[in-house]
């Protein structure tokens, strides 16, 4: 992680109608860094997530993300980020190297890179006997694994990943992390929601929106310390349980 | 007597070629809440498909209060209560609507059964006039167990009703299902979240459509082979890669703000020492920290599937 600030926002808000999903949320997230992003249902993190992808123009407030500006240059911003969801979203009825070619050349990869990216992905996830396997055989953790290198492969500033690992076996998960964690020594920001509290404690910062609004910013062991809670869970429960809004 | 029993049941998709169900039996007992707990492919959803009868099983029999999946399904069908995974109401009908045309099917009406769901009822009732579809998932989530619910079944079959819900809403959720289980009614409930294990009576641990384990969490943790210790330094991302190469640890994993470490050999005091020296040989690591932990129920699974 290094003091290089690639998302900056500032009194960044949404509104639909009367309703304010996020409300001047302010913070600065670094090279490197893993940003954990969390929040009770409901609470504007899908909005937030949205506008910072350059998906959905803000209401006001402003905001760089990888250096572009949230309302001008939007398509700078996709070209500069990848992102992942829980739903997975690569082609099933393709190979795994299909899949890997085809997000490749949409990102703008030469062929030559394609042919090296996609040998040494292959080799760090250990899929060389599955390479020519369709996707949509392939087991629920090797997908998300899979997905998570796809959404990397143009070596973008952030990455987001949205509850990456929902519903993946224990032992995965952590590989997972591992992933995470090589990612983000290699300078990639790593953007991350989660419902696992125990991944709370794996990000260098963690934030907790409730109603649209940031109420916590810090790292793990501060929030902790904060809340005279043991664990992440409990400073969660402390921060989420006055919510007002139970939306999804 | 068990209220659901489930004697070798295997179930195949793709003409055998992915197995979902791989010959599993178990009962679970009157008035029980007992827990399937795995992740996503575990076969869980396989199992409550079975059991509610709505796919049949290629091998092995079940039953449910005596009746048989295969023979006596309609019996089955008018005296379990079952909320998939997936949001199942009728989107374009009210709340009230929903409720309504779920007791009328079942010859019942609200108010008959309206002592059993009140509790849960009147946190979605200021929206009853509101169409289910666009309601939040917390609020979903409720509608769908009260409509459950509402014909007052022997049996309650939930299949990860707490998915993707904060950790908040998930603690009332677990309230509501032990004040559902006071009422008698016996409830068979899916979860990929290992914490939410321990709130139930009896869990079976499930991976790859088998049952690696079955028993109360307690009994679960008790089995745990070896002394578990959580160990934490400054840099954890490196600790964990040292570890790995430390002939004496036999598994390391990340548990939060620790990594959980079990030895080789159970002579933990000596091997501590020797790994705590290994560890500062090169200087990375200060404030090293451990103590001797009670397993939890992901570290039981994480054991169970090497």
Redesign the interface.
Known sequence: MTNEIVIKTDKLTKRFGDFIATNEISFDVYKGEIFGFLGANGAGKTTAMKMLCGLSTPSSGSATIAGFDIYKQTESIKKNIGYMSQKFSLYEDLTVLENIQFFGGIYGLSDMQLKEKSESLIETLGMKEDAKKLVGSLPLGWKQKLSFSVAILHEPQIVFLDEPTGGVDPVTRRQFWDLIYNAADRGITIFVTTHYMDEAEYCNRVTMMVDGIIKALDTPTKLKQQFSAATMDEVFFELARGAKRKAD | MADVVLNNISKTYNKGEVVAVDDISFSVEKGELFGLI?????GKTSIFRVLTTLILPDSGTASINGFDVVKDFKNIRMNVGYMPGKFSLYQDLSVEENLNFFATIFNTTIEANFDLIKDIYVQIEPFKNRRAGKL????KQKLALCCALIHRPTVLFLDEPT???????R?EFWEMLKRLKEQGITILVST????EATLCERIALM?NGKIMSIDTPQKIIEQYPKPLYAIKSEN??LLLNNLRKIDEVESC?????FHHITFRENIPIENQIHMISLLQKNGQHSQIEIKQVTPTI?DC??KL??
Do not use: R
């Open positions: 795995g992740p996503d492919g575990a939040s998932g917390g609020m998915t993707g819900v904060d950790t908040v809403s603690k990929p979240y290992m914490d991976q954890m991302s994993n990340s548990f939060g703000e992901e699974f994480i599937m090497n």
